[in-house]
């Protein structure tokens, strides 16, 4: 394959349109085809939308998988879109007719009314990220930050880890986005807190002078704390993120917790990290691509453009607006990053080796699932209390 067939494919797999395909195909990499082109270069690859479509099985058996996990949450458009992001054909109708006949408890707890909130509006995207963390998971030892770009809904990061107070973790997160996007927003939002003070200070650091004569946020300005109703945009996500993805997580460690298997301890909170930190951010990180390639539909109480969020983040000049991206040199970051801490183990290092060791020699292997999870954190918790008490 060339290298427009490479991009083409990648953004047909994450469910993108033809449109959608070809605009970033042109203004992204410099591509410029025709969308008959398009459609013959993906067909000679075995890649259509409305035909060929998979095997009923293949597609039962996918979300008969998903249900198992945390996809039980997914309503049939976050369904529809994983499936096509996992290589299957196959229309939106069946997939929703699939999930009534699998799932019908879980459409019905699915049926939520909307809530009115009030509208938000930002210049384009990377003129303000929104950053928060999630506490739902805290109390299991699993500390969730993320942000959100204003503009396009746009997740900028979406990290799990064993702490969420410290700032020298949380500003490591926001030098990694930096060097993931190619510089810093215009503005930073954040709530009040002590563990946003290191990140405050890099953002401070990187916009001393204006970006360009319009500019009037540089230096101080740059950064803004408020209250939780101010920092709207990372707020209401997370209620979707419980939706599809943490309340899994919460109805195991519950589970966990009602059967005396979790009291709070440090031991506990430990093991938590060291059994379910990799598969929990593996999740996150899923998470975070489909809500990027799925599509926003438009709202009436919202002036914000419809559309999918990758779409919108990197394509800016198709809704006549432009990115405010701010360049970063190597040196600023280096600079910063020497401040920062970045967590390499999931826990512990004390806990961690005394967890591998125990693995070793009981020849227990990594867990894939949550279920995998759950026995290796319930063999490792009687192996160590066995051994103090």
């Known amino acids: 394959m060339d290298d427009a067939e490479v991009h083409a494919v990648y953004y047909f797999l994450l469910g993108l349109s033809y449109t959608e395909i070809l605009a970033m195909l042109s203004f992204c990499h410099g591509f410029h085809l025709s969308l008959s082109t398009l459609k013959r270069k993906l067909n000679c690859l075995g890649l259509y939308r409305k ?10 058996n996918f979300i008969e998988q998903q249900l198992q996990s945390s996809g039980q ?3 049939y458009r976050w369904m529809h879109l994983k499936c096509i992001q996992h290589g299957l054909t196959v229309t939106r109708e069946a997939v929703r007719m699939i999930i009534n006949e699998l799932d ?17 509006s930002t210049r384009g995207p990377n003129f303000v990220w929104h950053v928060d963390s999630y506490d739902k998971l805290k109390p299991y030892g699993i ?59 890099f953002q401070i650091f990187f916009r001393t002078l204006p ?11 740059s ?16 209620s979707i993120l419980r939706k599809q993805n943490a309340q899994f997580w919460m109805n195991i460690f519950q589970s966990l917790k009602e059967d005396g298997y979790f009291s709070g301890t440090y031991l506990d909170k430990s093991l938590i990290r060291f059994c379910f930190m990799a598969i929990i951010q593996k999740e996150l990180a899923q998470v975070e691509l489909e809500w990027n390639t799925h ?6 109480n919202s002036i914000s453009p419809k559309g999918r969020p990758i779409v919108l983040f990197e394509l800016p000049q198709a809704y006549y ?12 970051l280096n600079i910063c990053k020497q401040e920062s801490s970045f967590l390499y183990l999931p826990c512990d290092v004390h806990v961690y080796q005394l967890c591998k060791l125990i693995m070793r020699e009981k020849n227990l292997r990594e867990p894939s699932d949550s279920y995998e999870a759950v026995n290796l954190y319930l063999t490792l918790r009687e192996e160590i209390m066995s051994q103090i008490l």
């Not at 035909?51 to 039962?60: D, G, I, N, P």
């Not at 970006?211 to 300005?221: F, I, K, L, Q, S």
């Not at 990115?323 to 190597?330: A, D, G, P, S």
């Open 295 to 300: 599509r926003i539909a438009a709202s009436r």
């Open 104 to 120: 019908p408890i879980g459409v019905t707890f699915r049926t939520r009314k909307r809530l009115r909130r009030r509208k938000y």
């Open 73 to 75: 949450l997914h309503g």
């Open 51 to 60: 035909k060929h479509f998979s095997e009923l099985h293949l597609v039962v």
């Open 143 to 201: 500390a969730i930050n993320g942000a959100i770009d204003g503009f396009s809904r746009h997740i900028m990061w979406l990290k799990a880890g064993r702490t969420a107070s410290d700032p020298k973790v949380i500003g490591g997160y926001f030098l990694e986005a930096i060097e993931k996007y190619g510089g810093c927003p215009r503005r930073l939002r954040s709530d009040l807190g002590t563990e946003n003070r290191y990140m405050e200070q």
């Open 211 to 221: 970006a360009d004569n319009t500019d009037v946020c540089y230096g101080d300005r």
């Open 223 to 238: 950064f803004l704390y408020g209250t939780s109703q101010a920092n709207q945009r990372i707020e209401s996500w997370w």
């Open 321 to 332: 607006t432009q990115t405010y991206i701010c360049q970063v040199t190597h040196h600023d």
